[in-house]
């Protein structure tokens, strides 16, 4: 690789790559990162940053990590690459498949791998579809998701993420998906309160799946899909009773629920799998980004194993026609093995539960702030709520871009993230100590004050 400035690696890079959510208007003096290092990385100029969401909320145990780059080479070296399709496999492949079994909800047992979250997302949707035809109900297809959903922007992913900014250029969308309101307590129980309704906020907000469903027919709905803590969206972490009364009404209704565990899971919120903080199991479960920890491209889902069951039953006319080239990878398993083998002797799960409970309880001094309208969070991962009036919980105008302003200025200081719209997210390695947390949330302090100067 040769060696470039930042001059001739920009003109490089406007030349030749179109970047995720590309616009020119926004690339115009990008960050070219070229080190990382624990939960700071570098960029082509040599300025060191706080990796605040973890490159993209998936670098959990940090970068550098040099256990992981061994395990790449040593299977490079080996076996770099096999397809795993049907008469073929690999031991990374299977070794991986037996510790997901053993780390994930009982009920799960059995994986099929992909590149990332949103191939994930597409082999779930295709997953419930193929269940329901293989019970004799074809009529079940149709997918209920949420607003501030994100599950992937592949068309049928897209058609569940919930932000319709991601929509308009590529619509139609793919049919059958419905939207409910998100339980977003912040302006949900805050609504649910202003009305003058009794009840919990949580149950009503869950009551809305029902509600959707009985619309629709039972009969053409074959799943709901949900974020345990929605991540893109705004980092929403749901009313306590939220989860167990969505799994009622699934159950109910005989409604498969997919968990999209890809920010969330692998020690995210201080647990393995976010679900288990209220004490519920999924029907299928989206994984991705901390497999790996972003090390190298790696996603899938686990099935129930009634889903197994369906998915071996049938006729070999109606087998499981679904696939992908690097499915099972050779490769990215065995560095998913290595990842979870460092995550577990340095025991990263529960250092997120203590970091991240230092990194709430830390950010909460922000909220005296009168334009912080809450920071919320769960484990490692969090976010500033910019509001305009905090009592009447209304929001900037858009045209103001304050999210931006704000986001500029924490750049300014260290500290490298992103925001959807006026929210800003924190979310960084599992490993990232208390005083780097207290540096990220000086610099919030800094950062509204020059914000709202």
Request: include cysteine; hydrophobic fraction near 40%.
């Amino acid at each position: 690789m040769i060696e470039r400035n930042i001059q001739s690696a920009t003109r490089a890079d406007r030349a030749h790559i179109i970047h995720p959510l590309h616009h020119p208007s926004e690339h115009q003096a990008p960050k070219i990162w070229v080190k990382g290092e624990g939960s700071l990385i570098t960029d082509i100029e040599g300025k060191t940053y706080i990796d605040g969401l973890s490159g993209l909320w998936n670098v959990n145990i940090g970068h550098g990590r040099k256990e992981l780059a061994a395990a790449a080479a040593a299977q490079m070296e080996k076996l770099a690459f096999m397809p795993c399709y049907t008469g073929s496999s690999n031991l990374p492949a299977i070794e991986l498949a037996e510790r997901l079994a053993e780390m994930t909800y009982p009920s799960i047992n059995k994986f099929f791998f992909t590149s990332g979250g949103g191939e994930s997302t597409e082999s779930s949707i295709k997953t419930a579809r193929f269940y329901w035809k293989a019970k004799g109900k074809p009529s079940k297809w149709k997918l209920i998701s949420r607003e501030w959903a994100y599950h992937g922007v592949t068309l049928a992913a897209m058609s569940a993420t919930g932000m319709p900014a991601y929509w308009p250029m590529f619509e139609p969308r793919t049919p059958g998906f419905i939207h409910i309101k998100s339980p977003y307590p912040y302006f949900f129980n805050y609504e649910h309160e202003r009305s003058g309704a009794s009840g919990s906020s949580g149950i009503a907000a869950a009551n809305l799946l029902e509600e959707a469903i009985l619309k629709e027919g039972a009969d053409t709905i074959a799943a709901f899909i949900a974020e345990p803590v929605q991540g893109a969206g705004g980092v929403i972490v749901p009313q306590d009773d939220y989860f167990k009364r969505i799994r009622e009404i699934c159950d109910k209704h005989d409604v498969l629920f997919i968990a999209d565990e890809v920010i969330t899971g692998f020690g995210r919120t201080g647990k393995w799998f976010a679900l288990d903080h209220w004490g519920v199991e999924p029907d299928i479960m989206n994984f991705a980004k901390g497999v790996t920890s972003g090390y190298v491209p790696l996603g899938g889902i686990g099935v129930s194993d009634k889903i197994a069951q369906a998915i071996d039953s049938v006729d070999v006319s109606k087998r499981y026609m679904h696939a992908f080239t690097y499915s099972g990878h050779p490769t990215a398993c065995a560095v998913a093995l290595a990842n979870l083998a460092y995550m577990g002797r340095n025991d990263l799960v529960a250092k997120a539960a203590e970091t991240g409970a230092y990194l709430q309880r830390t950010l909460k001094q922000v909220e005296a702030h009168p334009h912080v309208g809450e920071t919320r969070g769960l484990g490692m991962m969090a976010a500033i709520e910019l509001v305009e009036d905090k009592g009447a919980r209304k929001r900037f105008d858009e045209s103001l871009k304050i999210g931006e302003k704000f986001q500029a200025n924490m750049t300014d200081l260290g500290i490298w993230s992103r925001i959807n719209g006026d929210r800003y997210f924190i979310a960084p390695p599992l490993t990232t100590t208390h005083s780097e947390i207290d540096r990220i949330v000086d610099a919030v302090d800094k950062s509204l004050h020059a914000t709202f100067s």
